[in-house]
């Protein structure tokens, strides 16, 4: 199974900016990894992807350094709305996505 | 959600009895993907289809069946031989072209959240 590992849980504050990080040792050549944020009884919901280096998009950034044997979610300014799971993946090959039981991210006013 | 929908919303059935939940996508992607969350956990890959008339078992697919007659719709039928039903199930669609797909995303549907009583 293509696994990552994460925190099971990360506390903060509204305002603050949250940094997520993930392992992934055995990542392979043509994996990407991606993050989804699920909220109770809903679907998860795509963040953000890349491969290499920092991909920015309008609500996080993500950075992956040169080994890629890890990555870093950053969330910034989170809000109480921001209160939510988020898994870290890594795409192995063309089958669907293995997820781990992800980090539990709460946010306090 | 974002073209995914799932029915029912809740269901609920009885020992013994197979139970069929519903999904259809009109993003006109190629795969599909059945996952089953029990509560604090993560996704368990159920079933997948990368191309109509074609699925592939995943993690957990005993007890479940699957068809994918149209690139749209994607059932799963619970059946009486799962032992332990009772979970949020969720649907997914990618766009997956047997061609590639190293960064393929997938969109999840709102779940159904499955009870036996």
């Known amino acids: 199974l293509a696994k990552t590992t994460q925190p099971i849980s990360m506390d903060s504050y509204e305002g603050q900016e949250v940094n997520i990080t993930c392992s992934h040792n055995?990542?392979?050549?043509?994996?990407?990894i991606t993050w989804y944020q699920q909220f109770p009884s809903q679907g998860p919901r795509f963040i953000i992807q890349?491969?290499?280096t920092k991909v920015t998009n309008e609500v996080a950034s993500l950075f992956i350094p040169a080994d890629r044997k890890s990555s870093t979610l950053s969330l910034p300014r989170v809000s109480l709305s921001d209160t939510a799971v988020y898994y870290c993946?890594?795409?192995?090959?063309?089958?669907?996505?293995?997820f781990g039981s992800g980090t539990r991210l709460q946010v306090q006013p | 959600d974002g073209g995914i929908t799932q029915s029912p919303k809740y269901l609920f059935r009885k020992e013994g009895q197979n139970v069929t939940l519903s999904c259809e996508q009109n993003?006109?992607?190629?795969?599909m993907y059945w996952y089953r969350q029990d509560p604090g956990q993560g996704l368990r890959l159920i079933y997948y289809?990368?191309?109509?008339?074609?699925?592939q078992k995943g993690d957990i697919a005993e007890g479940y069946s699957v068809s994918r007659e149209k690139k749209e719709s994607f059932p799963l039928t619970v059946t009486s031989a799962q032992k332990n039903p009772t979970a949020f199930y969720l649907c997914?669609?990618?766009?997956?072209?047997?061609?590639?797909?190293?960064?393929?995303?997938?969109?999840f549907g709102p779940g159904t959240r499955l009870t036996v009583l």
């Open positions: 997914a669609s990618s766009i997956d072209r047997l061609a590639g797909g190293e960064a393929d995303t997938q969109y």
């Open positions: 055995n990542i392979a050549t043509n994996d990407y």
């Open positions: 890349g491969y290499k």
């Open positions: 993946l890594r795409k192995a090959g063309r089958r669907a996505l293995t």
């Open positions: 993003l006109n992607h190629d795969a």
């Open positions: 289809s990368q191309i109509v008339n074609d699925f």
